[in-house]
Every structure is written in structure tokens, then in C-alpha cells.
């Protein structure tokens, strides 16, 4: 089940068809948390995928907690790793979208450094 859903939202992410691979991207992220568990790479790989699809959306708000949760993982793991970088990147881009200029420049310079 798991590779078919995952076929099905590689196409249409690829097809940057955002709000169509939403609910693919949801679907799996909830396997995905129920077979492998809430910090297995697959899983935080899964929730950076549904935060790129909402941000794509112009769902910043949502995306945010989503950030913020794989930023979480990755810093504990990954202190050091360029997909931690990345993810404070995004994570300052969603509150950059939001209009929180103050809480995301140190977030976007951090990612930059990175």
C-alpha cells in the first residue's frame, strides 16, 4: 500500500501539482508514522514532503508545525547536516510568509550559513 501511494504522489509532486498530492501525502505520512514510528528517517522524510506540497500551497501556517517538528528530529540527530539547514531555511521561509519578519531573518541566515 505503502509503495503505490508513494508512486501516486511522486507523480504528481513532480507534476507540482501541489494540492492534488495532498491527501497522498497525508495518507502516507499517516502509514508511515504508524509502521516505522514518529522519528524514523522515512517518517521525517514524508513530513518534509507534505511541508514543501503546503508550502507550495501558500499554506504557511500549516507548514509551520510541520517545520518545526522535522527541524525538532533533525537538530537532535542531524545538528550538523545541510537537511537541517535546509529545514530552518523553510521553517524561516513559512514565518516569512506569514509576515513574522523578526522570528524568521535569524532562521533564513542560519539556513544560508548552513
Known amino acids: 500500500m505503502i509503495w503505490s501511494l508513494t508512486r501516486?504522489?511522486?507523480t504528481?509532486?513532480?507534476?507540482?501539482?501541489?494540492a492534488d498530492a495532498e491527501p497522498f501525502c497525508r495518507e502516507l505520512l499517516t502509514?508511515?508514522?504508524?509502521?516505522?514510528?514518529?522519528?524514523?528517517?522515512?517518517t521525517v522524510?514524508?513530513?518534509?514532503?507534505l511541508a514543501f506540497s503546503l508550502?507550495?500551497?501558500?499554506?504557511?501556517?500549516?507548514?509551520?508545525q510541520l517545520i518545526r517538528d522535522v527541524l525538532k528530529v533533525r537538530e537532535t540527530k542531524q545538528p550538523d547536516a545541510?537537511?537541517?539547514?535546509?529545514?530552518r531555511s523553510l521553517l524561516g521561509d513559512a514565518l516569512l510568509?506569514?509576515?513574522?519578519?523578526?522570528?524568521a531573518e535569524p532562521l533564513l541566515l542560519q539556513g544560508y550559513e548552513g
Open 82 to 87: 545541510w537537511l537541517t539547514s535546509r529545514m
Open 45 to 49: 522524510a514524508q513530513m518534509e514532503v
Open 8 to 10: 501516486l504522489n511522486d
Open 12 to 18: 504528481l509532486y513532480g507534476a507540482k501539482r501541489w
Open 97 to 103: 510568509n506569514q509576515k513574522k519578519y523578526a522570528e
Open 31 to 42: 502509514q508511515t508514522q504508524q509502521q516505522f514510528g514518529a522519528e524514523d528517517p522515512r
Open 55 to 64: 508550502l507550495h500551497q501558500h499554506k504557511s501556517l500549516e507548514a509551520e
